[in-house]
């Protein structure tokens, strides 16, 4: 009876998600639609996503930034309003090491369920493939939750039943109402090989594929201690966390890098987030508390100008700016 109260209340969360973007996603998504500057100081969340959008394709244009190259979710959760805005937030985009989240979230299902056994070996895996972003760990994390290996090509019948195994991570976000996303592929640091490569499909088809606003929700699941249960949700926040504030080496890690970079002056905020980068793909996942008070989930996914670092950063920091002037 638990489990179906709690599901009941996912569903209503994805309704609740999925009206609030609705106007949003059916205007803006997958399409290049011209974005008139505001005539008032007072603007709405999707206002404000629009100017945030604007914002860095105007600043990029020169780089050759065009809209299909960018999406946004913004999730407004300061007072708990679960307001939320998109800017081409249905559009399917290779996620990179973003999907890392819909993994962190379907391993804890799978040990609050005792699909799985919780080990030494298991947590340093879902410490590093979140925290270091690690691939070898997301790798053997995939393995376990769906019981497949990689390896040698297998015979045609053998190979639908080890994707349909695979698909597993794919089949439990499903039934939380979750759609347009894919979550079934490994991460790697080259390429795929054998099987891997195979399930890939001949021409990528079957590649790993995120919404902003697929992530956006996930993300505030956790935020709001509802991905799985409330105790898991917090482990899952310990591993997100990110010391934007500490000296680092490597600015181009997740606690600097990225949405990051627009909390370089701003003292007293506090960051969660996944970054995913590769030679096409630059996006952050991030979670936002404020000393003013707000706070807000904000998902950008850029694509063909992975080595522009500062257009996650523009996206935030016109988002910061203007939830202070939101009706």
Same mark, same amino acid.
């Given at each position: 009876?638990?489990?179906?109260?709690?599901?009941?209340?996912? %569903?209503?969360?994805?309704?609740?998600? *999925? #009206?609030?973007?609705? !106007? /949003?996603?059916?205007? &803006?998504?997958? +399409?290049?639609?011209?974005?008139?500057?505001?005539?008032?100081?007072?603007?709405?969340?999707?206002?404000?996503?629009?100017?945030?959008?604007?914002?860095?394709?105007?600043?990029?244009?020169?780089?050759?930034?065009?809209?299909?190259?960018?999406?946004?979710?913004?999730?407004?959760?300061?007072?708990?309003?679960?307001?939320?805005?998109?800017?081409?937030?249905?559009?399917?985009? %290779?996620?990179?090491?973003?999907?890392? *989240? #819909?993994?962190?979230? !379907? /391993?804890?299902?799978? &040990?609050?369920? +005792?699909?799985?056994?919780?080990?030494?070996?298991?947590?340093?895996?879902?410490?590093?493939?979140?925290?270091?972003?690690?691939?070898?760990?997301?790798?053997?994390?995939?393995?376990?939750?769906?019981?497949?290996?990689?390896?040698?090509?297998?015979?045609?019948?053998?190979?639908?039943?080890?994707?349909?195994?695979?698909?597993?991570?794919?089949?439990?976000?499903?039934?939380?109402?979750?759609?347009?996303?894919?979550?079934?592929?490994?991460?790697?640091?080259?390429?795929?090989?054998?099987?891997? +490569?195979?399930?890939?499909?001949?021409?990528?088809?079957?590649?790993?594929?995120?919404?902003?606003?697929?992530?956006?929700?996930?993300?505030?699941?956790?935020?709001?201690?509802?991905?799985?249960?409330?105790?898991?949700?917090?482990?899952?926040?310990?591993?997100?966390?990110?010391?934007?504030?500490?000296?680092?080496?490597?600015?181009?890690?997740?606690?600097?890098?990225?949405?990051?970079?627009?909390?370089?002056?701003?003292?007293?905020?506090?960051?969660?987030?996944?970054?995913?980068?590769?030679?096409?793909?630059?996006?952050?996942?991030?979670?936002?508390?404020?000393?003013?008070?707000?706070?807000?989930?904000?998902?950008?996914?850029?694509?063909?100008?992975?080595?522009?670092?500062?257009?996650?950063?523009?996206?935030?920091?016109?988002?910061?700016?203007?939830?202070?002037?939101?009706?």
């Amino acid at each position: 009876m638990i489990r179906i109260i709690a599901r009941l209340f996912r %569903y209503a969360f994805a309704l609740i998600f *999925l #009206f609030s973007v609705e !106007a /949003a996603a059916q205007h &803006l998504a997958g +399409k290049n639609v011209p974005l008139a500057a505001n005539a008032t100081s007072q603007r709405n969340l999707q206002d404000l996503v629009n100017e945030a959008a604007r914002t860095a394709l105007e600043k990029f244009k020169d780089k050759g930034l065009r809209a299909e190259n960018l999406a946004i979710t913004l999730i407004n959760l300061r007072d708990q309003q679960m307001k939320a805005a998109s800017f081409r937030g249905q559009e399917r985009i %290779y996620p990179a090491s973003v999907v890392k *989240l #819909f993994y962190l979230v !379907a /391993a804890h299902r799978a &040990l609050e369920d +005792k699909r799985i056994e919780d080990t030494p070996e298991l947590r340093r895996a879902l410490h590093d493939m979140i925290v270091d972003s690690s691939n070898e760990a997301t790798q053997y994390i995939v393995d376990v939750v769906t019981h497949t290996t990689g390896g040698f090509e297998l015979p045609e019948k053998e190979m639908r039943e080890w994707q349909q195994k695979r698909n597993a991570v794919n089949r439990y976000f499903a039934t939380l109402g979750y759609t347009n996303i894919n979550v079934n592929q490994k991460t790697f640091c080259e390429d795929a090989y054998g099987r891997e +490569k195979v399930s890939r499909g001949p021409n990528g088809e079957n590649r790993n594929k995120l919404t902003t606003e697929a992530t956006a929700r996930l993300l505030a699941e956790i935020v709001g201690r509802r991905a799985v249960n409330a105790e898991r949700s917090e482990q899952m926040m310990e591993l997100l966390k990110r010391d934007y504030a500490a000296p680092t080496k490597d600015n181009e890690d997740q606690a600097h890098g990225f949405t990051a970079i627009a909390l370089r002056q701003v003292a007293g905020a506090r960051l969660w987030s996944k970054a995913g980068w590769t030679s096409a793909t630059r996006h952050d996942a991030a979670y936002l508390e404020m000393p003013d008070g707000a706070k807000f989930v904000l998902v950008t996914f850029t694509t063909d100008h992975a080595n522009e670092r500062d257009i996650i950063p523009t996206v935030a920091h016109v988002v910061i700016d203007g939830l202070k002037d939101l009706e």
